[in-house]
């Protein structure tokens, strides 16, 4: 009779041995919850593809923000649907724009207790639904685009914003906008890059949330990226840093671990996770089914993006995931 030399499960026998041994401890200070803000409602709408996110209104928004502050989120990353939209997006830079008005709303209530983080993309405000000027032959412009973007960062940071997160994967977006906050006195604004975006179909329910459809069907994989590839994203987050990158991102999180851990070995910036959309949904349909459960699910997606080595996890969940570690962990 043999017997295993090796007794590994000694460790894992009571809940305070196995706490004493966890390698990696989920925080309330991780999370950034994303929030929506939408110009002309007077009560907030539910998206029912992300259930439990609303579209908010301005008041909505800061009591949302409220609870979230409440429950020890640090953090929130704000996204706008304007009212109108245009070819170019104006409403990211109007200082009247939904997410200018809501920045400024947040920090007169919250000063420097909230970190507020922008979105700054134009898709939420084009009327095509692309991420930029779009060319005759349906192509996305770059560099047209990026001077749409200094425009953003401007005006995001003239409301207020701690941070900038360009979004929309146009290449030399982070030194671009970095020239213009610093020329427009905004030295001390962050720049959060979502140095690794893939065009992902992750991203359906946000669309949703945002109002947002891409003109005759198209897609953005002219300017996203392939999700076949994994060394490309060194290339992206190391031009973003080189560029002015504050932190860096990898968007979607679940099903790109292997991009997390190969960013976090890369790069000594803090490094960000983006639990999209989709990532979210599917949680929520299942759990709706009695197939799993949600809430622990959900605790597990996000604890394996820290352990894959994101120091900062974006996710719909941020606000529950923060009550929940705050009452009896996870
Ligand atoms: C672009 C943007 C998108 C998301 C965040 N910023 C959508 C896209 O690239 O099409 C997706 C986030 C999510 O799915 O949760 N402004």
Same mark, same amino acid.
């Given at each position: 009779?043999?017997?295993?030399?090796?007794?590994?499960?000694?460790?894992?026998?009571?809940?305070?041995?196995?706490?004493?041994?966890?390698?990696?401890?989920?925080?309330?200070?991780?999370?950034?919850?994303?929030?929506?803000?939408?110009?002309?409602?007077?009560?907030?709408?539910?998206?029912?593809?992300?259930? $439990?996110?609303?579209?908010?209104?301005?008041?909505?928004?800061?009591?949302?923000?409220?609870?979230?502050?409440?429950?020890?989120?640090?953090?929130?990353?704000?996204?706008?649907?304007?009212?109108?939209?245009?070819?170019?997006?104006? $409403?990211?830079?109007?200082?009247?724009?939904?997410?200018?008005?809501?920045?400024?709303?947040?920090?007169?209530?919250?000063?420097?207790?909230?970190?507020?983080?922008?979105?700054?993309?134009?898709?939420?405000?084009?009327?095509?639904?692309?991420?930029?000027?779009?060319?005759?032959? $349906?192509?996305?412009?770059?560099?047209?685009?990026?001077?749409?973007?200094?425009?953003?960062?401007?005006?995001?940071?003239?409301?207020?914003?701690?941070?900038?997160?360009?979004?929309?994967?146009?290449?030399?977006?982070?030194?671009?906008?970095?020239?213009?906050?610093?020329? $427009?006195?905004?030295?001390?604004?962050?720049?959060?890059?979502?140095?690794?975006?893939?065009?992902?179909?992750?991203?359906?329910?946000?669309?949703?949330?945002?109002?947002?459809?891409?003109?005759?069907?198209?897609?953005?994989?002219?300017?996203?990226?392939?999700?076949?590839?994994?060394?490309?994203?060194?290339?992206?987050?190391?031009?973003?840093?080189?560029?002015?990158?504050?932190?860096?991102?990898?968007?979607?999180?679940?099903?790109?671990?292997?991009?997390?851990?190969?960013?976090?070995?890369?790069?000594?910036?803090?490094?960000?996770?983006?639990?999209?959309?989709?990532?979210?949904?599917?949680?929520?349909?299942?759990?709706?089914?009695?197939?799993?459960?949600?809430?622990?699910?959900?605790?597990?997606?996000?604890?394996?993006?820290?352990?894959?080595?994101?120091?900062?996890?974006?996710?719909?969940?941020?606000?529950?995931?923060?009550?929940?570690?705050?009452?009896?962990?996870?």
């Amino acid at each position: 009779m043999s017997f295993p030399q090796r007794r590994l499960r000694r460790l894992r026998r009571t809940p305070s041995l196995r706490r004493m041994v966890a390698e990696t401890a989920l925080r309330p200070d991780d999370l950034i919850a994303p929030l929506f803000v939408r110009e002309g409602i007077d009560q907030p709408v539910a998206v029912p593809s992300l259930p $439990g996110v609303e579209q908010h209104t301005l008041d909505s928004l800061l009591a949302e923000a409220e609870r979230t502050v409440a429950a020890g989120v640090p953090a929130v990353v704000l996204f706008g649907v304007p009212a109108h939209k245009d070819p170019e997006g104006s $409403g990211a830079w109007d200082p009247e724009g939904i997410v200018q008005r809501a920045v400024r709303a947040l920090r007169s209530e919250f000063g420097d207790d909230l970190v507020v983080i922008c979105d700054l993309c134009v898709d939420e405000y084009t009327d095509h639904g692309h991420c930029g000027i779009v060319r005759s032959d $349906g192509s996305v412009d770059n560099d047209a685009t990026l001077v749409l973007y200094q425009r953003a960062a401007a005006a995001q940071a003239e409301a207020g914003a701690d941070v900038v997160a360009p979004s929309g994967m146009m290449d030399g977006q982070v030194a671009a906008i970095r020239t213009a906050l610093d020329d $427009g006195g905004f030295g001390d604004v962050a720049i959060l890059a979502y140095a690794a975006k893939y065009a992902s179909a992750l991203y359906g329910p946000f669309r949703d949330a945002v109002d947002v459809s891409i003109a005759g069907g198209g897609d953005r994989k002219g300017y996203q990226q392939d999700p076949r590839n994994v060394r490309e994203s060194l290339e992206e987050v190391r031009a973003d840093v080189a560029e002015g990158a504050d932190l860096v991102m990898v968007k979607p999180a679940l099903a790109y671990l292997d991009v997390v851990a190969a960013v976090r070995a890369a790069v000594d910036l803090p490094l960000a996770a983006y639990h999209v959309s989709g990532e979210y949904a599917m949680v929520h349909a299942a759990a709706e089914r009695g197939w799993i459960d949600g809430d622990a699910v959900m605790a597990e997606h996000v604890t394996a993006i820290k352990r894959a080595g994101a120091d900062l996890i974006l996710t719909y969940a941020a606000r529950q995931l923060a009550e929940q570690l705050n009452s009896n962990g996870l």
